[in-house]
């Protein structure tokens, strides 16, 4: 039997037990426990540090045990340990925990049998880590065999580390995983693309960290540095789940032999570490394995298809870029290799939140090979580049839903199914991925399976998406090409005649006036105040062409939002015949749009939308319907309106809607069915519409495009708070407009959620209105009336507080600034120590007073509340016999040390649950301790 140590420190035996015991033992490689005890038995326990505490085991599998790097013990309570090292005694079945599933590489899967079946597999893969058994009430339970992984609570799976099961290595099975960067899903990212940083399975706070740890870290995990870091909560559904494990990380320099850090902590996910690594070679230059783009959207997350452009962890300048190099990266990232959108005109928040990585992207074609670029750079974020792709859905066959396929070898990954295009989406991020398949609709838990292969055997209730070998590049697309004829077969000079498709007639079935406006702007016509079909045999001419198009269906006045066949089951009686209403000419038509408010005002931030429409000369000013009108609608207009920050860009329902009733009076509607394809620009042209409408003024679309008046934008540089006294006490300030000064807030207003809601911007759990406190040195009002929606950052505003002497509003007093109580902890203690003394025979006295924060307010401790949890420790260990005297919050301590107990320093420690305060005894008392 021996001292159990974690991480060079000692295990404190609170809920420790013999599934504790066990699972330790078999994480170090043993068979299991045969005994165990806690108590102070070594000289040498004094000399480590306490590191773990209540550690809880369901099973005797460590992956089933719950812990805390916090204690509350002393070291006479330490973990004696005494393993078993039969290895060829392995409990298999205690290996197995029940509610738990992995994330993670899938090396092979098989149809379950068994758990001996399975541990007999997993031990045949040198990558296997662990094994994973689905549902057993599913139709076919699967046994799953685990590479790198993280695992995370799921009640029907069962879950197997390999370390419980395998004694091939002598007890020398690593525990420690180390640093690791996750992507969203939970998987190990392992080209040093941006990430989740881990620290042995649990995050990394961002105190005291900087570029220098972030290199350091980076070539501990075998790459040349870092590139970029930043703290972040964008994968707030994985960050939940993960407990923070590294804090205050400060290192001499970029070896990780001189970092410091502590494993205790004081952050929230909020801290975490993302970091980005760089694996240049030698001489600086960067391979092709580090050219990695993605999008992100405003918050930072995956932007999908569209968003801000990042290279390797940092944006993209525009300096040269253009359309072939739009292309070329959409192209890369798995997109189309064509029709791709970008600007460089956003004004997105989070632009500052990335280094600028990439400059002078210049390329000859839409292939990445062509290009060349600088990763140094001259620009600003002003220049960075907005990307968006257009997608590629010819690259797989549709789902066949009940096809009875089922994968039985070759899976590359496996996970919770979300949706069908999702799991498309995760087969596109794999090269080798051939097709999405996704197991039964009536499963509890269905999944997504992402395949190397096509070998399937036959399973009910089956569905897949086959990818194609490759995708079709621009000469692969079939050519629409329209025309209108006379009844000679001559092209028409009118804008009307006989519709041909690739010189073949055009059946009616399924026509509509979405088909008719969506032929009409392919072949050019724009200005679409009119346009009118029918069908007919009226002309010898179409006798002689075959018929070309059938079942033309369009969900909007767009040809990129229509499907049709080219087989038919039509005669010449259903030809189509249409009229463009453009007299032979062809016309842009542009929209320009405003908000007024409810005097018809323009230049609101909120109100009735307005729409200019130009067709060549001619100008309609009119309403907006609301068919169609989607949230792309919504950015597109308030954008053209000159604002960026699309949080605030929704549909605006005024509360004195009748005083917009002069609307129907004054306009006309004169724009419908607007949809847009696009929320990243101003320009109408990713949006359809029509110019005629079924609509009354009850559809009129009303828009809110930015922050109400006094809002806040960025509260922390504004806004400040100023302790004022030490029971988490703090003065709300603002600062002057242009200026560094600060000024108060008065209190009219000011409410408890208003109060949270500050507390938490500034890194506080929790906080509440304090009482009104008095102006000083001088300082004046600046602001009144400062309000904050229960947590919703970014939702405060405020007044400016009147200047004017004859002002009619009220006017607060000197005494009315408001304050806030921000705090951590429902409940801290605090120990004030008075006085003390020792007398020769080691006998001490320690009078102290005792206070607790609730709430932010500091309390003394009556009734003697807490008393009894009061003790006394020296060198790490509790000195028994101690006697607490007193009441209301004020106590006397007495006992008396022995010689063994007496450390160098002649102090003790005071401890109250986790508050702990020292007290070290006058010089000439320690000179009498230390000559006994």
């Known amino acids: 039997m021996g001292l159990l140590l974690y991480n060079g420190g000692t295990v404190c035996d609170d809920s420790f037990t013999d599934n504790s015991a066990d699972a330790i033992c078999r994480e170090m490689g043993y068979s299991g426990a045969s005994n165990w005890d806690s108590g102070d038995d070594y000289e040498s326990q004094s000399g480590y540090d306490i590191k773990l505490d209540d550690v809880s085991c369901s099973s005797g599998n460590w992956s089933s045990c719950t812990y805390s790097l916090r204690h509350n013990c002393g070291h006479y309570e330490d973990v004696f340990l005494e393993c078993e090292t039969a290895a060829d005694e392995v409990d298999i079945d205690s290996c197995f925990v029940q509610g738990r599933r992995t994330s993670g590489t899938v090396i092979e899967e098989v149809t379950y049998t068994g758990r001996e079946d399975c541990v007999e597999l997993c031990l045949s893969h040198d990558g296997c880590h662990g094994i994973a058994v689905s549902p057993l009430y599913w139709s076919v339970t699967g046994c799953y065999i685990i590479g ?93 789940n993960l407990d923070i494990n590294l804090d205050d990380v400060s290192c001499d320099d970029e070896d990780w032999s001189s970092c410091s850090y502590s494993e205790e902590h004081n952050c929230g996910h909020s801290e975490d570490v993302f970091i980005s690594c760089s694996s240049d070679d030698a001489d600086g230059d960067s391979t092709t394995d580090e050219v990695n783009f993605n999008l992100v959207n405003e918050e930072g997350e995956d932007g999908g298809n569209s968003g801000l452009l990042i290279y390797n962890g940092g944006t993209v300048c525009d300096d040269y870029f253009d359309q072939d190099a739009a292309d070329a990266i959409c192209s890369l990232m798995g997109f189309a290799s064509s029709g791709s959108e970008w600007n460089s005109s956003l004004s997105w928040s989070i632009k500052s939140d990335y280094n600028i990585f990439l400059d002078d992207v210049r390329c000859s074609n839409a292939s990445w090979a062509s290009c060349d670029y600088s990763e140094s750079h001259n620009c600003g974020h002003s220049e960075d580049v907005f990307l968006t792709c257009r997608e590629v859905e010819a690259c797989y066959t549709e789902y066949q839903e009940d096809t009875g396929w089922f994968p039985d070898s070759a899976i590359i990954r496996q996970r919770t199914y979300i949706g069908h295009d999702e799991c498309k989406e995760w087969c596109d991020a794999h090269e080798n991925c051939q097709a999405a398949v996704i197991s039964p609709a009536f499963w509890a838990h269905r999944e997504c399976f992402i395949v190397s292969t096509l070998n399937v055997t036959e399973r009910n209730n089956w569905s897949a998406a086959i990818k194609n070998a490759r995708c079709p590049d621009e000469t692969d697309e079939e050519t629409h090409h329209f025309q209108l004829v006379n009844e000679r077969g001559e092209p028409s000079t009118t804008g009307e005649g ?142 053209q309106l000159g604002f960026e920050d699309s949080r605030y860009f929704q549909i605006y329902e005024p509360e004195d809607r009748y005083l917009f009733s002069y609307a129907s009076e004054v306009y006309d509607i004169v724009l419908d069915n607007f949809a847009c394809s696009s929320n990243l620009t101003n320009d109408t042209s990713s949006c359809t519409y029509v110019l005629e409408h079924d609509c009354t003024a009850s559809e009129n679309v009303y828009l809110s495009c930015g922050p109400e008046e006094g809002h806040i934008a960025n509260v922390t540089n504004q806004l400040k708070l100023t302790p004022r006294d030490p029971r988490g006490l703090y003065v709300v300030e603002k600062r ?22 500050l507390c938490s911007y500034f890194g506080w759990a929790r906080g509440r209105k304090g009482p009104s406190q008095l ?118 301590i007495a006992g008396r040390l022995f010689a063994s107990r007496v450390c160098d320093d002649q102090c003790v420690s005071i401890v109250v649950g986790e508050t702990t305060k020292q007290y070290c005894f006058e010089p000439a008392a320690a000179s009498e301790i230390s000559s006994i």
């Open 498 to 639: 006989l519709l041909l498709y690739n010189n073949g007639t055009v059946c009616d079935d399924s026509f509509s006036s979405f088909s008719a406006e969506a032929i009409c702007r392919e072949l050019g016509y724009t200005s679409l105040t009119s346009h009118s079909y029918h069908s007919a045999n009226m002309w010898e001419v179409q006798e002689s062409y075959d018929i070309g198009l059938d079942e033309v269906v369009c969900s909007s006045g767009r040809w990129a939002n229509c499907s049709y066949v080219t087989i038919d089951d039509c005669s010449h009686t259903e030809d189509i015949f249409l009229d463009c209403g453009a007299n032979g000419t062809v016309s842009e038509t542009s929209i320009r749009f405003e908000l007024v408010d409810s005097e018809n005002s323009p230049g609101a931030t909120a109100g009735l939308l307005i729409a200019s429409v130009t067709t060549g000369n001619e100008t309609d000013r009119g309403t907006v319907c609301d068919d169609y009108f989607n949230e792309n609608s919504i950015a597109t207009a308030c954008r």
């Open 775 to 892: 102006l000083r040195n001088g300082t004046s009002y600046v602001s009144t009336r400062l309000t904050c929606e229960e947590d919703r950052l970014g939702s405060c505003k405020d007044r400016p507080y009147p200047d004017s002497e004859n002002s009619t509003e009220y006017m607060c007093a000197p005494h009315e600034l408001a304050s806030v109580y921000c705090f951590n902890e429902v409940m801290d203690h605090r120990i004030d120590i008075l006085r003390g003394n020792i007398n020769n025979a080691l006998q001490f006295s320690i009078n102290i007073l005792m206070s607790y924060y609730k709430e932010g307010e500091l309390f003394l401790l009556h009734n003697d509340r807490a008393r009894r949890s009061i003790e006394v420790r020296a060198c790490g260990n509790v000195i028994p016999g101690v006697r607490v005297s007193g009441s209301g919050g004020r106590y006397v």
């Open 148 to 240: 790198e992984h993280t695992t995370f609570q799921d009640y029907s799976w069962q879950y197997a580390a390999r370390s419980c099961f395998d004694r091939s290595t002598d007890g020398e099975t690593e525990v420690s995983e180390g640093f690791r960067v996750l992507d969203r899903d939970g998987d190990a990212v392992e080209d040093g693309s941006r990430g989740l940083l881990t620290y042995n399975g649990g995050t990394v706070c961002d105190d005291g960290f900087g570029d220098t740890e972030a290199n350091a870290i980076c070539i501990e995990m075998g790459f040349a540095g870092s590139s970029g870091w930043e703290n972040s909560y964008s994968y707030s559904s994985l960050q939940d």
């Open 736 to 757: 002057q407009e242009d200026s560094e000064v600060y000024g108060g807030v008065c209190d009219d207003g000011f409410t408890d959620t208003t109060a949270a809601t």
